[in-house]
């Protein structure tokens, strides 16, 4: 795919969405870091359900951390891996509170220490909380950059890097966001939505679904 291409597909995914951002609902870099956590292996909208009653009652490194496993695990049972993700996120609370005066740290390399945080997990809070040109790939973009072309990988990593070179420098802030979304309601895994596809002409998938 060319550069003239790709930066048409952006301009039609920045038309129809101009102000694009994450479906987890957080109100602070911390919320949206716990969220982030909770949502691996899980659906945005059960992670909101968890949260809507976790956060107002605690919402910060020292809150959470107080709650202890069995308290934290009461309000994220219904997530999937829930008692990993509470030992993971009283972890983190604890590292926060100890090494980032309670902060959530702002590279990679330290966001990558805290448990439960990977790569991805850190690509997400970067971009969202601290608005760095990050792209975070997780099974949608994955399969969108392979599938019309705009950047075809055999890893996420792969696909994370030929993204940041060839996603136009202008689009890039809010690619993540764009491309996440156009998988998760209109190129979807099993049967991609082609009729209803805002790049369907620029789209380089060889079996659309018309």
Known sequence: MNLAKRHEIFACLKSANPHPTTELEYHSPFELLIAVILSA????????RA????FPQANTPEKIFALGEAGLADFIKSIGLYKTKARNIL????????????????????LEQLPGVGRKTANVVLNTAFGEPTIAVDTH????ANRTGIAPGKNVLEVELKLLKVVPKEFRLDAHHWLILHGRYVCTARKPKCAICKINHLCEYEHKNM
């Open 41 to 48: 292996q899980a659906t945005d909208k059960s992670v909101n």
């Open 51 to 54: 949260t809507r009653k976790l």
């Open 91 to 110: 972890a983190t609370c604890q590292l926060l509170m100890q090494q980032h005066h309670s902060e959530v740290p702002r590279t990679r390399e330290q």
């Open 141 to 144: 973009i994955f399969r969108v």
